[in-house]
C-alpha cells in the first residue's frame, strides 16, 4: 500500500472518530443568540423590557432554539416569507390600539402592559428555522385550542426526535446537527408557554387586521377545503406546514397560485398576510385585499369545491397521541369557518360589563349610568396618578 494510501485511510479513520465522538456530545443550542432580522427590529423594540428579556435569555429563547434546531434540516428556504412576516409584525407591533405602553397607574402589571410578542422575537432572536416553528405554532393555535395545540406540537416533537434516532446515520458528519437536536430535552411546560405566546399574539393581530380576517372567513365559510389529510398525524401536519410555507412565498414574491387544499389559507389567516383571492366555484368571488406586502401578480385561484358539507370551511382531521396521558390517541376533526371564530378582546370586555351588570341585579338596570360610573371612576384613578407625578 502506498504511503498515499495510508495517509488518506488514516486521516478517513480519524475523521469517523470524530464524527462518532461529536455525535455523542449533547451540545445546548439554547446558549445561541443571534441578531435579528432587520424586518423583525420593529418588534424588538416595541416589546416591553422584561418581554424582551425573557425572549432572549429565558425559557422561551430556549425553546426556540431546540424546536428550530430540530426541526431544521427539513425546512424549506423561504426567504420573502420571512421578511414580509418580518415586516408585518413589527407593523402590527407599532400600533398603540394593541400596544399600549405601561405606566405607573397600572401598578405591578406595569411590566406586563403591551403586545405579547415574546414567541416572535425568541425564534426572531434564534435563527430563520425558529421563525418558520412559531408560523408553525400559529398555524395549530389557528386551527385548535391550545391544549390540543399543545399537544401536537409535543407529538411533532416526539416523532421527529424519533425519526432522527432511528433513519439518521451517525457516521455521516452532515447529520451531526439532527443528532444533537434530538438530544435536547423540550418540556411539555415550556411548549405551553410558547403556545400562549404565539396565541396572544394572534388574538392582538387579528383585531388590529379584523377587517381582513372577516374578508377571509367569507371566504373560508363558503369553500370546502381539507387544511391535509392522511392517517399520519405527524407527516400530515408537516406537510400541510411546509406547503403553506412554499405556496406563500411564491405568491409574495408575485407568482400567482392555485390551490386545491386548505393550507396556504390558513398560513394566509396565521401569518396575517393577505394576498388577492380568485374563488372558483359554484360562489364565485373576488377578494382585492392589496395587501402592499404581495408583490403584483400574488393572486391565489381556489378551485372548485369538493363534495362535503359547504359549511364546513376550513377542515383538518388529526389523531393526537399526547392530549391525555393514557390511552387511546384521541381524533378531532376542527374547522375555521362559522364555528370556528373567536371573539375579540373588546367583546370580552362588554361580556365581562353584561355579567357585571347581571350580578348588580336591580343597580344594574341602568346601563349607562353604570357605565358612566366606571368611565368616572376611570379618570378619577388618572388625575390621583397626575398629582402624585407634580
Not at 431544521?72 to 426567504?79: A, D, G, K, Q, V
Not at 399543545?150 to 416533537?157: D, F, K
Not at 370551511?313 to 390517541?329: E, K, M
Given at each position: 500500500m502506498s504511503i498515499l494510501s495510508k495517509l488518506t485511510n488514516a486521516i478517513v479513520s480519524a475523521s469517523n472518530e470524530n464524527v462518532l465522538t461529536l455525535s455523542n456530545i449533547n451540545l445546548d443550542f439554547s446558549l445561541i443568540k443571534i441578531e435579528a432580522p432587520?424586518?423583525?427590529?420593529?418588534?424588538?423594540?416595541?416589546?416591553?423590557?422584561?418581554?424582551?428579556?425573557?425572549?432572549?435569555?429565558?425559557?422561551?429563547?430556549?425553546?426556540?432554539?431546540?424546536?428550530?434546531?430540530?426541526?431544521?434540516?427539513?425546512?424549506?428556504?423561504?426567504?420573502?416569507?420571512?421578511?414580509?412576516?418580518?415586516?408585518?409584525?413589527?407593523?402590527?407591533?407599532?400600533?398603540?390600539?394593541?400596544?399600549?405602553?405601561?405606566?405607573?397607574?397600572?401598578?405591578?402589571?406595569?411590566?406586563?402592559?403591551?403586545?405579547?410578542?415574546?414567541?416572535?422575537?425568541?425564534?426572531?432572536?434564534?435563527?430563520?428555522a425558529s421563525i418558520a416553528v412559531h408560523l408553525l405554532a400559529c398555524m395549530l393555535v389557528r386551527q385548535l385550542t391550545a391544549?390540543?395545540?399543545?399537544?401536537?406540537?409535543?407529538?411533532?416533537?416526539?416523532?421527529?426526535?424519533?425519526?432522527?434516532?432511528?433513519?439518521?446515520?451517525?457516521?455521516?458528519?452532515?447529520?451531526?446537527?439532527d443528532q444533537m437536536a434530538s438530544r435536547q430535552e423540550i418540556p411539555r411546560s415550556e411548549l405551553a408557554k410558547w403556545v400562549a405566546s404565539a396565541q396572544a399574539w394572534m388574538l392582538s393581530a387579528d383585531e388590529v387586521k379584523s377587517q381582513e380576517q372577516l374578508q377571509l372567513r367569507l371566504i373560508s365559510d363558503n369553500v370546502s377545503l381539507p387544511v391535509n389529510s392522511g392517517p399520519d398525524t405527524y407527516q400530515n401536519v408537516i406537510d400541510a406546514w411546509i406547503d403553506a410555507m412554499k405556496s406563500l412565498d411564491n405568491v409574495i414574491s408575485g407568482m400567482p397560485l392555485r390551490i386545491s387544499r386548505g393550507a396556504t389559507l390558513l398560513g394566509i389567516s396565521a401569518w396575517h398576510i393577505f394576498p388577492d383571492l380568485n374563488v372558483i366555484g359554484y360562489r364565485s368571488a373576488k377578494v382585492q385585499f392589496k395587501d402592499p406586502l404581495v408583490s403584483c401578480g400574488g393572486i391565489i385561484t381556489i378551485g372548485l369545491q369538493?363534495?362535503?358539507?359547504?359549511?364546513?370551511?376550513?377542515?383538518?382531521?388529526?389523531?393526537?397521541?399526547?392530549?391525555?396521558?393514557?390511552?387511546?390517541?384521541?381524533?378531532?376533526?376542527?374547522?375555521?369557518?362559522?364555528?370556528?371564530?373567536r371573539i375579540t378582546i373588546s367583546e370580552l370586555q362588554l361580556v365581562a360589563f353584561g355579567s357585571l351588570l347581571r350580578a348588580w341585579g336591580a343597580f344594574g338596570e341602568d346601563t349607562y349610568a353604570v357605565a358612566g360610573f366606571f368611565k368616572a371612576l376611570s379618570s378619577l384613578d388618572r388625575l390621583e396618578t397626575w398629582q402624585k407625578k407634580k
Open positions: 432587520q424586518e423583525f427590529l420593529g418588534l424588538g423594540q416595541a416589546l416591553s423590557k422584561d418581554r424582551r428579556s425573557v425572549a432572549e435569555d429565558g425559557a422561551a429563547h430556549r425553546t426556540a432554539r431546540r424546536l428550530g434546531a430540530l426541526f431544521e434540516s427539513i425546512i424549506p428556504n423561504t426567504p420573502t416569507l420571512f421578511q414580509a412576516y418580518g415586516r408585518r409584525v413589527s407593523e402590527i407591533s407599532s400600533i398603540s390600539k394593541v400596544n399600549p405602553k405601561g405606566t405607573s397607574s397600572d401598578g405591578p402589571f406595569m411590566s406586563h402592559v403591551g403586545i405579547d410578542g415574546i414567541s416572535i422575537w425568541s425564534a426572531a432572536t434564534s435563527g430563520k391544549i390540543q395545540a399543545t399537544a401536537l406540537l409535543v407529538e411533532l416533537v416526539e416523532e421527529r426526535r424519533k425519526w432522527i434516532m432511528s433513519n439518521g446515520d451517525e457516521s455521516n458528519i452532515a447529520n451531526i446537527a369538493s363534495s362535503r358539507a359547504l359549511d364546513e370551511g376550513l377542515s383538518w382531521s388529526l389523531d393526537l397521541s399526547y392530549l391525555q396521558h393514557y390511552g387511546d390517541p384521541v381524533s378531532i376533526t376542527s374547522s375555521v369557518g362559522n364555528n370556528g371564530s
